[in-house]
Protein backbone atom coordinates (compact mmCIF):
# COMPACT_ATOMS: atom_id res chain seq x y z
CA UNK A 1 0.00 0.00 0.00
CA UNK A 2 1.51 3.28 -0.74
CA UNK A 3 -0.38 6.94 -1.03
CA UNK A 4 -4.00 7.49 -0.20
CA UNK A 5 -5.84 7.41 -3.93
CA UNK A 6 -8.61 5.16 -4.67
CA UNK A 7 -12.00 6.97 -2.81
CA UNK A 8 -9.44 9.06 -0.56
CA UNK A 9 -11.52 10.77 1.46
CA UNK A 10 -9.22 13.96 2.00
CA UNK A 11 -10.77 14.69 -1.41
CA UNK A 12 -14.25 15.39 -0.43
CA UNK A 13 -16.39 18.84 -0.45
CA UNK A 14 -18.33 17.95 2.85
CA UNK A 15 -19.00 15.69 5.24
CA UNK A 16 -21.79 13.92 4.01
CA UNK A 17 -19.72 13.39 0.88
CA UNK A 18 -16.35 11.97 3.44
CA UNK A 19 -19.44 9.45 4.90
CA UNK A 20 -20.10 7.99 1.99
CA UNK A 21 -17.07 7.06 0.67
CA UNK A 22 -16.13 5.86 4.14
CA UNK A 23 -19.47 3.79 3.86
CA UNK A 24 -17.88 1.78 0.89
CA UNK A 25 -14.78 0.97 2.23
CA UNK A 26 -16.38 0.06 6.00
CA UNK A 27 -19.36 -1.84 4.80
CA UNK A 28 -19.74 -4.97 6.84
CA UNK A 29 -17.08 -3.98 9.03
CA UNK A 30 -18.10 -0.52 10.98
CA UNK A 31 -21.53 -0.35 12.14
CA UNK A 32 -23.13 2.95 9.84
CA UNK A 33 -23.78 4.87 12.94
CA UNK A 34 -19.95 4.56 14.10
CA UNK A 35 -19.25 5.70 10.34
CA UNK A 36 -21.08 8.67 10.44
CA UNK A 37 -19.19 10.19 13.43
CA UNK A 38 -16.13 8.88 12.44
CA UNK A 39 -16.76 10.91 9.12
CA UNK A 40 -17.15 13.94 11.00
CA UNK A 41 -13.59 13.71 12.47
CA UNK A 42 -12.01 12.66 9.45
CA UNK A 43 -13.62 15.19 7.48
CA UNK A 44 -12.11 18.00 10.11
CA UNK A 45 -8.44 15.94 10.10
CA UNK A 46 -8.18 16.08 6.30
CA UNK A 47 -9.56 19.81 6.72
CA UNK A 48 -6.51 20.89 8.98
CA UNK A 49 -4.07 18.74 7.46
CA UNK A 50 -4.03 20.79 4.04
CA UNK A 51 -4.37 24.12 6.13
CA UNK A 52 -1.73 23.00 8.24
CA UNK A 53 0.65 21.34 5.51
CA UNK A 54 0.80 18.32 7.33
CA UNK A 55 1.55 14.78 6.13
CA UNK A 56 -0.39 11.74 8.09
CA UNK A 57 1.14 8.04 7.90
CA UNK A 58 -0.59 5.02 8.92
CA UNK A 59 0.70 2.09 9.84
CA UNK A 60 -1.31 -0.87 8.35
CA UNK A 61 -2.36 -2.05 11.93
CA UNK A 62 -4.79 1.55 12.73
CA UNK A 63 -8.04 0.81 12.97
CA UNK A 64 -10.07 0.45 10.12
CA UNK A 65 -12.14 3.82 10.02
CA UNK A 66 -8.85 5.86 10.54
CA UNK A 67 -7.16 3.76 8.01
CA UNK A 68 -8.99 4.24 4.93
CA UNK A 69 -10.14 7.88 5.80
CA UNK A 70 -6.93 10.53 6.80
CA UNK A 71 -3.62 8.78 5.70
CA UNK A 72 -1.58 10.54 2.69
CA UNK A 73 0.65 6.99 3.07
CA UNK A 74 -0.24 3.87 4.49
CA UNK A 75 2.32 1.07 4.81
CA UNK A 76 4.63 -0.91 7.10
CA UNK A 77 7.71 0.25 9.06
CA UNK A 78 9.82 0.17 5.82
CA UNK A 79 7.80 1.62 3.70
CA UNK A 80 6.76 4.86 6.11
CA UNK A 81 10.65 5.16 6.89
CA UNK A 82 10.97 6.13 3.50
CA UNK A 83 8.25 8.43 2.93
CA UNK A 84 9.27 9.86 5.99
CA UNK A 85 12.95 10.36 4.27
CA UNK A 86 11.48 12.54 1.63
CA UNK A 87 8.50 14.13 2.55
CA UNK A 88 8.00 18.01 2.00
CA UNK A 89 5.33 18.64 4.45
CA UNK A 90 6.10 21.26 7.39
CA UNK A 91 4.37 18.13 10.37
CA UNK A 92 4.03 14.64 10.18
CA UNK A 93 1.96 12.76 12.01
CA UNK A 94 2.50 9.48 12.54
CA UNK A 95 -0.92 7.13 13.24
CA UNK A 96 1.69 4.16 14.77
CA UNK A 97 3.80 3.76 17.97
CA UNK A 98 6.38 5.97 19.31
CA UNK A 99 9.40 3.64 17.93
CA UNK A 100 7.68 4.99 14.36
CA UNK A 101 7.63 8.23 15.36
CA UNK A 102 10.83 8.83 16.48
CA UNK A 103 12.40 7.58 13.37
CA UNK A 104 10.30 9.89 11.60
CA UNK A 105 12.24 12.40 13.52
CA UNK A 106 15.47 11.28 12.94
CA UNK A 107 15.13 11.17 9.73
CA UNK A 108 13.48 14.94 9.52
CA UNK A 109 14.63 16.68 12.31
CA UNK A 110 14.02 20.26 11.40
CA UNK A 111 10.46 18.88 11.14
CA UNK A 112 7.34 19.02 13.91
CA UNK A 113 6.93 15.12 14.24
CA UNK A 114 3.48 14.40 16.12
CA UNK A 115 2.37 11.08 17.82
CA UNK A 116 -1.67 10.98 18.33
CA UNK A 117 -1.36 9.29 21.56
CA UNK A 118 1.66 9.93 24.40
CA UNK A 119 1.83 6.82 25.36
CA UNK A 120 1.45 3.95 22.28
CA UNK A 121 4.90 2.21 22.98
CA UNK A 122 5.66 -1.25 22.29
CA UNK A 123 6.79 -4.69 23.73
CA UNK A 124 9.94 -4.97 21.87
CA UNK A 125 10.84 -1.58 22.07
CA UNK A 126 10.69 -1.64 26.15
CA UNK A 127 12.35 -5.58 25.84
CA UNK A 128 16.28 -3.94 25.06
CA UNK A 129 18.29 -1.10 26.60
CA UNK A 130 21.28 0.43 25.16
CA UNK A 131 23.44 -1.06 27.78
CA UNK A 132 21.96 -4.79 27.13
CA UNK A 133 23.79 -3.30 23.72
CA UNK A 134 27.15 -2.27 24.93
CA UNK A 135 27.46 -5.74 26.60
CA UNK A 136 26.75 -8.12 23.31
CA UNK A 137 28.92 -5.62 21.75
CA UNK A 138 31.83 -6.53 24.81
CA UNK A 139 31.13 -10.34 24.10
CA UNK A 140 31.21 -10.13 20.92
CA UNK A 141 32.96 -7.84 19.76
CA UNK A 142 33.39 -8.87 16.03
CA UNK A 143 30.08 -9.28 15.53
CA UNK A 144 27.68 -6.25 13.45
CA UNK A 145 24.64 -5.39 15.57
CA UNK A 146 21.54 -5.46 13.67
CA UNK A 147 18.72 -3.59 15.55
CA UNK A 148 14.98 -4.32 14.37
CA UNK A 149 13.23 -1.11 13.36
CA UNK A 150 11.11 -1.94 16.39
CA UNK A 151 12.98 0.12 18.96
CA UNK A 152 13.54 3.23 20.81
CA UNK A 153 16.07 5.78 18.99
CA UNK A 154 18.55 5.44 21.94
CA UNK A 155 19.30 1.76 20.93
CA UNK A 156 19.25 2.47 17.29
CA UNK A 157 22.14 4.71 18.08
CA UNK A 158 23.97 1.82 19.41
CA UNK A 159 23.73 -0.43 16.52
CA UNK A 160 25.27 -0.28 12.83
CA UNK A 161 22.33 -1.11 10.88
CA UNK A 162 18.70 -1.18 11.76
CA UNK A 163 16.14 -3.82 9.65
CA UNK A 164 12.44 -4.24 9.16
CA UNK A 165 10.22 -7.58 9.52
CA UNK A 166 10.29 -6.94 5.57
CA UNK A 167 14.02 -6.48 4.65
CA UNK A 168 15.84 -8.26 7.90
CA UNK A 169 16.48 -11.37 5.50
CA UNK A 170 18.35 -9.17 3.04
CA UNK A 171 20.36 -7.02 5.92
CA UNK A 172 21.70 -10.00 7.34
CA UNK A 173 22.02 -12.27 4.07
CA UNK A 174 24.63 -8.83 3.02
CA UNK A 175 26.55 -8.80 5.93
CA UNK A 176 26.68 -12.73 5.51
CA UNK A 177 28.15 -12.00 2.14
CA UNK A 178 30.64 -9.06 3.31
CA UNK A 179 32.29 -11.74 5.54
CA UNK A 180 31.06 -11.66 8.88
CA UNK A 181 30.85 -15.13 10.75
CA UNK A 182 28.63 -13.74 13.39
CA UNK A 183 25.63 -11.35 13.39
CA UNK A 184 24.09 -9.87 16.64
CA UNK A 185 20.58 -9.70 15.90
CA UNK A 186 17.94 -7.42 17.79
CA UNK A 187 15.30 -7.59 19.74
CA UNK A 188 12.91 -10.02 18.87
CA UNK A 189 14.22 -13.55 19.52
CA UNK A 190 11.29 -14.97 17.00
CA UNK A 191 12.18 -12.38 14.12
CA UNK A 192 15.51 -13.49 14.53
CA UNK A 193 15.30 -17.71 14.71
CA UNK A 194 13.14 -17.05 11.34
CA UNK A 195 15.02 -15.03 9.92
CA UNK A 196 18.23 -17.17 10.62
CA UNK A 197 16.40 -20.40 9.48
CA UNK A 198 15.92 -19.11 6.36
CA UNK A 199 19.30 -18.50 5.73
CA UNK A 200 20.71 -21.65 7.22
CA UNK A 201 22.43 -20.34 9.67
CA UNK A 202 22.12 -21.28 13.18
CA UNK A 203 20.55 -19.01 15.69
CA UNK A 204 22.26 -18.70 19.70
CA UNK A 205 21.35 -16.67 22.38
CA UNK A 206 23.77 -15.65 24.74
CA UNK A 207 23.54 -16.61 28.15
CA UNK A 208 21.60 -14.56 30.95
CA UNK A 209 23.32 -12.41 32.83
CA UNK A 210 26.43 -12.36 30.95
CA UNK A 211 28.22 -15.42 31.94
CA UNK A 212 28.35 -19.13 31.46
CA UNK A 213 28.40 -20.98 27.86
CA UNK A 214 26.54 -19.67 24.45
CA UNK A 215 25.85 -22.88 23.10
CA UNK A 216 29.03 -23.61 22.00
CA UNK A 217 29.36 -20.25 19.61
CA UNK A 218 33.34 -20.60 19.23
CA UNK A 219 32.31 -23.82 17.40
CA UNK A 220 29.75 -22.20 15.00
CA UNK A 221 31.29 -21.36 11.65
CA UNK A 222 28.48 -18.65 11.41
CA UNK A 223 25.91 -17.61 14.13
CA UNK A 224 22.98 -15.36 14.35
CA UNK A 225 23.13 -13.81 18.02
CA UNK A 226 19.22 -12.98 19.42
CA UNK A 227 17.89 -11.23 22.14
CA UNK A 228 14.70 -12.48 24.41
CA UNK A 229 12.39 -10.20 23.67
CA UNK A 230 8.87 -10.75 21.86
CA UNK A 231 6.45 -9.53 20.28
CA UNK A 232 3.50 -9.52 22.94
CA UNK A 233 0.78 -10.12 20.19
CA UNK A 234 2.36 -12.32 17.62
CA UNK A 235 3.82 -14.74 20.48
CA UNK A 236 0.44 -15.36 20.83
CA UNK A 237 -0.27 -17.30 17.88
CA UNK A 238 -0.13 -21.60 17.80
CA UNK A 239 0.25 -24.18 16.18
CA UNK A 240 -3.23 -25.24 17.53
CA UNK A 241 -4.34 -21.92 15.91
CA UNK A 242 -3.33 -23.01 12.63
CA UNK A 243 -4.54 -26.76 12.81
CA UNK A 244 -8.08 -25.79 13.71
CA UNK A 245 -8.27 -23.34 10.88
CA UNK A 246 -7.30 -25.75 8.82
CA UNK A 247 -9.93 -27.88 9.87
CA UNK A 248 -12.54 -25.14 9.76
CA UNK A 249 -11.27 -23.50 6.68
CA UNK A 250 -9.07 -26.31 4.43
CA UNK A 251 -9.07 -24.57 1.59
CA UNK A 252 -7.96 -21.37 3.38
CA UNK A 253 -4.34 -19.63 2.45
CA UNK A 254 -2.84 -18.86 6.00
CA UNK A 255 -0.60 -15.80 6.60
CA UNK A 256 1.81 -15.33 9.58
CA UNK A 257 3.83 -12.62 10.83
CA UNK A 258 7.69 -13.74 11.32
CA UNK A 259 7.61 -12.08 14.66
CA UNK A 260 5.42 -15.94 15.13
CA UNK A 261 7.11 -18.66 17.01
CA UNK A 262 8.83 -20.44 14.44
CA UNK A 263 6.57 -23.87 14.96
CA UNK A 264 4.31 -21.45 13.87
CA UNK A 265 5.73 -20.06 10.77
CA UNK A 266 6.39 -23.52 9.95
CA UNK A 267 2.56 -25.09 8.99
CA UNK A 268 1.42 -21.66 7.42
CA UNK A 269 1.42 -20.70 3.82
CA UNK A 270 3.70 -17.86 3.63
CA UNK A 271 5.37 -15.57 6.24
CA UNK A 272 6.09 -12.07 5.79
CA UNK A 273 5.85 -8.35 6.40
CA UNK A 274 2.32 -6.48 6.55
CA UNK A 275 3.17 -5.42 3.46
CA UNK A 276 4.05 -9.02 2.16
CA UNK A 277 1.36 -10.57 3.30
CA UNK A 278 -0.54 -7.34 1.08
CA UNK A 279 1.39 -8.37 -1.70
CA UNK A 280 0.17 -11.83 -1.19
CA UNK A 281 -3.57 -11.29 -0.72
CA UNK A 282 -3.22 -9.54 -4.21
CA UNK A 283 -1.38 -11.43 -6.10
CA UNK A 284 -2.05 -15.21 -5.20
CA UNK A 285 -5.38 -16.75 -6.00
CA UNK A 286 -7.32 -18.33 -3.18
CA UNK A 287 -10.56 -19.06 -1.98
CA UNK A 288 -9.93 -17.14 1.22
CA UNK A 289 -7.31 -15.50 3.24
CA UNK A 290 -6.32 -16.00 7.18
CA UNK A 291 -3.80 -13.44 8.82
CA UNK A 292 -1.87 -14.49 11.65
CA UNK A 293 -0.57 -10.81 12.50
CA UNK A 294 -2.10 -7.49 14.23
CA UNK A 295 -5.88 -8.22 14.04
CA UNK A 296 -7.32 -4.95 12.34
CA UNK A 297 -4.67 -5.89 9.73
CA UNK A 298 -7.56 -8.27 8.54
CA UNK A 299 -10.06 -5.83 8.14
CA UNK A 300 -8.12 -3.11 6.54
CA UNK A 301 -6.82 -5.50 4.09
CA UNK A 302 -10.28 -6.24 3.26
CA UNK A 303 -10.96 -2.60 2.69
CA UNK A 304 -8.02 -2.85 -0.29
CA UNK A 305 -9.43 -5.83 -1.89
CA UNK A 306 -13.00 -6.03 -1.36
CA UNK A 307 -13.22 -9.08 -3.78
CA UNK A 308 -11.16 -10.91 -1.49
CA UNK A 309 -12.66 -12.82 1.31
CA UNK A 310 -10.91 -12.81 4.65
CA UNK A 311 -11.26 -15.10 7.57
CA UNK A 312 -11.76 -12.78 10.80
CA UNK A 313 -10.67 -15.61 13.17
CA UNK A 314 -8.41 -13.12 15.46
CA UNK A 315 -8.47 -12.04 18.34
CA UNK A 316 -5.34 -10.62 19.16
CA UNK A 317 -5.19 -6.26 19.00
CA UNK A 318 -2.04 -4.38 20.12
CA UNK A 319 -3.18 -2.35 23.09
CA UNK A 320 -0.16 0.14 21.55
CA UNK A 321 -1.75 0.60 18.64
CA UNK A 322 -5.39 0.48 20.01
CA UNK A 323 -4.29 3.96 21.44
CA UNK A 324 -4.37 5.97 18.19
CA UNK A 325 -7.80 7.31 17.38
CA UNK A 326 -9.10 9.77 14.99
CA UNK A 327 -10.45 11.80 18.12
CA UNK A 328 -6.40 12.40 19.55
CA UNK A 329 -5.06 12.50 15.75
CA UNK A 330 -7.70 15.41 15.36
CA UNK A 331 -6.96 16.95 18.96
CA UNK A 332 -2.67 16.57 18.23
CA UNK A 333 -2.98 18.53 14.70
CA UNK A 334 -5.52 21.20 16.36
CA UNK A 335 -3.02 21.42 19.46
CA UNK A 336 0.20 20.61 18.09
CA UNK A 337 0.31 18.04 20.53
CA UNK A 338 2.59 15.40 21.69
CA UNK A 339 5.77 16.36 19.57
CA UNK A 340 8.63 13.87 19.18
CA UNK A 341 11.67 15.67 20.48
CA UNK A 342 15.18 13.98 20.29
CA UNK A 343 19.07 15.06 20.95
CA UNK A 344 20.74 16.02 18.10
CA UNK A 345 23.14 14.07 19.06
CA UNK A 346 21.16 10.87 19.39
CA UNK A 347 19.58 11.92 15.88
CA UNK A 348 22.90 11.66 14.47
CA UNK A 349 24.23 8.28 15.76
CA UNK A 350 20.50 6.86 15.10
CA UNK A 351 20.19 7.58 11.58
CA UNK A 352 23.26 6.05 10.53
CA UNK A 353 21.77 2.19 10.74
CA UNK A 354 18.70 3.68 9.16
CA UNK A 355 20.76 5.02 6.35
CA UNK A 356 22.80 1.82 6.22
CA UNK A 357 19.08 -0.19 5.66
CA UNK A 358 17.76 2.06 3.73
CA UNK A 359 21.11 1.93 1.25
CA UNK A 360 20.78 -1.93 1.49
CA UNK A 361 17.02 -2.13 0.56
Known sequence: MGKTTDMAVEDAATVEETFERMKVRLRGLVPEAEICLKAELAFEINRLKREKNAIILGHNYMEPALYV????????SLQL????????????????????????????????????????????????????????????????????????????AESDYCCTSGNAEGVLRHLLDEGHRRIIFLPDEYLGRNTAAALGVPFVMPPVGGDGDDFGIEKLDRAVIGWRARCEVHELF????????????????????????????????????????????????????????????????????????????????????????LED???????????????????ERARLPIDRMLQIH
Open 329 to 347: TLESLTKIQYRVELPQDLI
Open 69 to 76: SIPDYKGD
Open 238 to 325: TVDDVENARKQFPDCAILAHPECPPDVIAKVDYAGSTKGMIDYVRDVDAPRYLLMTECCMGDNVATEFPEREMVRACSFRCQHMNMIT
Open 81 to 156: SRVSAETDADIIIFCGVLFMAETAKILNPKKTVLIPAEKAGCSLAEGITPEDVRALRERYPEAPVVTYVNTYAAVK
